[in-house]
């Protein structure tokens, strides 16, 4: 045992710990010009879906639906990796709007401490999802925007997880199904699960 308090046991847990984080190699495929572009079109498609009702179509801005920045990422998902376990429709679907209801019951227990009902919206978000086995990591987003507004999401209370996340994320997945599945190649077909 070493007499400067450290033992060469502790030392040893230290170094491979470290080493954990400089984690491994792996091959990555470049994906080809096809999934490329059925990718873009999809993002784009399904994107523009959510926006659309209310810049194009004259619905009011009662009608609550507009895009928020989580849908970015389920885009990157159902769009560029459909056959993801994260990107099914019932992790698409439920991580959004179970992630939702938190986050809006996290900002309504907690109104004076945002910082406290973030971590805890967010924190309890991912618990739910694992549980529930609809985990999606933008619910994670989708549960942090809830608390931390605007003010236009905080107005709509638990109407925000019926619109703008239920309504927006499936009309994405409707894009989803339309677009991915043009493909003949299996590989990128979606979804791969319903359940």
């Known amino acids: 045992m070493r007499h400067d308090g450290i033992s060469g046991r502790a030392v040893a ?9 400089r984690g491994g190699r792996r091959p990555v495929s470049r994906p080809g010009p096809a999934a490329v572009l059925r990718a873009w079109v999809g993002a784009a498609l399904g994107i ?3 926006s659309a009702p209310v810049l194009y179509l004259g619905l009011p801005a009662s009608a609550n639906v507009f895009l928020i920045g989580s849908f970015g990422a ?3 998902l159902l769009y560029a990796a459909p056959r993801s376990d994260l990107a099914q429709p019932r992790n698409v679907v439920g991580g959004h709007v179970l ?12 109104p004076g401490h945002p910082e406290v009902a ?6 309890t ?4 999802m694992q549980v529930t086995l ?6 994670g987003a989708t549960a942090l925007i809830a608390v931390l507004g605007p003010e236009r999401v905080h107005r709509l209370g638990y109407r925000y997880a019926l619109t703008p996340v239920l309504v927006s994320v499936c ?3 409707i894009v989803a199904l339309l677009v991915n599945n043009l493909s003949r190649h299996e590989h990128h077909h979606y979804p791969v699960t319903w359940r």
């Open 13 to 21: 847990i230290l170094v491979t710990y470290l080493r954990r984080m």
């Open 48 to 50: 523009l879906v959510v």
């Open 74 to 76: 389920t885009a990157v």
């Open 99 to 110: 992630s939702a209801l938190v986050g809006v019951t996290a900002h309504r227990v907690l």
């Open 118 to 123: 973030a971590a805890l919206a967010v924190a």
């Open 125 to 128: 978000a991912i618990a739910l």
């Open 134 to 139: 609809t985990l999606h990591p933008p619910g």
């Open 171 to 173: 009309l994405m997945v």
